[in-house]
């Protein structure tokens, strides 16, 4: 049997002046623990809020352990506070430590692309990309390459831009560092398609302003470029324009046929069909139709007879959609222009095989094609067709002559 030594006043003294030496606890609180300690030498078995604590033998063993643990419910509300106070800094100390070495960006040319301004060196660079690590352009150079123009296709130089008319009416061609296509603006002021403009002063003071057709963006424009012979949509031309898309090339149409002439903008998509609303609201000469091609009659009451149809809607009775609607609305004599995507009529026959049925389709239909031209390199596996719609004898001698 164990002998178990019972503390006396001195040691209990002596205990409580190491207590209060080690945590520094203020003098209220060091009485506060005497009077928690000596109301246990009183009565063992009760504590703070009358909770039993354990017999004579376990308070004294917890009394004589070498470590001055002091348990939470002798504690006071203050030393809580700054115990929970310290946990958090220690925590805060930890996150904040850095987990890794920060390593500086790295410095490198890449490919150049078009548009954007100068920026510092990295992690910036020339255009929308930045560097990555370093670069010019849309994305830069990773780790080499050219990125694709990040700016719209046009004119600079300002002042040194010299416009000429091209040989097709309504169109001109603008002579800069780069050379390319324009229409005269008939919103001035206004782009539809975020295209570049050029404002050219007159010798009387006034300015005229013009917008940059891109080829890239339109089939007509990249058939003018091509070389075609006849473009039959002229200032004061009536154009039925179908499968208009969003209208950007709606609107190079009607600046060439300009506030005499009139556009009728067939468009079956909801989504492209509000874009076309939108730009037709600035543009009075442009009537938007939200509509399938294939039902003529749906749309009969608004359209008049028209001079000239372009029609590019990328289906595979292309053909059957505008000879239905050029018995609708075209004149007799009046001309017809399609563009035909091989590749949405019959993908599994060579392109030039799918251009010679279609053509034969449209003789089929009274469409007499007279020019073929193909669009490339702005269009892969696309040609347009050009003809005429019921010519007479006397106009099919002087058109051979």
């Not at 890449?110 to 930045?130: C, I, L």
């Not at 289906?315 to 239905?324: C, F, G, N, Y």
Request: with cysteine; hydrophobic share 35%.
């Amino acid at each position: 049997m164990c002998s178990l030594q019972i503390p006396t006043l001195h040691h209990i003294c002596q205990r409580e002046q190491q207590f209060d030496s080690t945590h520094s606890l203020p003098k209220a609180q060091s009485v506060l623990v005497f009077d928690t300690r000596s109301s246990i030498l009183n009565y063992s078995q009760g504590g703070k809020a009358g909770c039993v604590y354990g017999s004579d033998v376990s308070w004294v063993v917890w009394w004589l352990s070498p470590t001055l643990v002091v348990p939470s419910e002798f504690q006071s509300d203050e030393v809580k506070k700054l115990q929970q106070e310290q946990f958090r800094l220690e925590n805060s100390l930890i996150r904040s430590r850095p987990t890794a070495k920060m390593i500086p960006p790295l410095r490198g040319r890449g490919g150049r692309g078009r548009g954007g301004g100068r920026a510092m060196r990295g992690p910036g660079g020339r255009g929308p990309g930045g560097r990555v690590p370093g670069g010019r352009g849309h994305g830069g150079r990773v780790p080499g390459g050219r990125g694709p123009r990040s700016g719209p296709v046009g004119m600079k130089g300002g002042n040194k831009v010299i416009v000429t008319p091209h040989r097709h009416e309504g169109v001109f061609i603008g002579k800069g560092k780069d050379e390319v296509i324009l229409t005269k603006n008939l919103v001035p002021g206004e782009s539809v398609y975020s295209e570049k403009r050029i404002s050219v002063q007159n010798e009387d003071g006034s300015k005229v302003e013009y917008r940059v057709w891109n080829p890239f963006r339109s089939k007509l424009a990249a058939a003018i470029i091509g070389g075609l012979d006849n473009f039959w949509i002229k200032p004061g031309a009536k154009v039925l324009y179908i499968g208009a898309a969003s209208g950007t090339s709606v609107s190079h149409v009607s600046d060439i046929v300009g506030p005499e002439g009139c556009v009728y903008a067939v468009e079956f998509s909801p989504r492209s069909g509000r874009d076309l609303v939108h730009m037709a609201q600035k543009r009075p000469n442009v009537v938007p139709i939200i509509e399938d091609a294939r039902h003529p009659s749906k749309y009969r009451m608004i359209v008049s007879m028209v001079d000239v149809i372009f029609a590019d809607v990328a289906q595979p009775d292309q053909a059957r959609i505008v000879a239905l609607n050029a018995s609708f609305f075209l004149k007799a004599g009046g001309h017809y222009m399609v563009s035909i995507k091989a590749n949405c009529i019959d993908a599994t026959m060579p392109a030039e095989t799918v251009f010679a049925n279609e053509v034969k389709k449209l003789q089929a239909d009274e469409l007499k094609p007279a020019e073929q031209i193909t669009l490339e390199p702005y269009e892969r596996d696309h040609a347009c067709v050009v003809g005429g719609y019921r010519i007479p004898k006397k106009q099919k001698a002087a058109t051979a002559a």
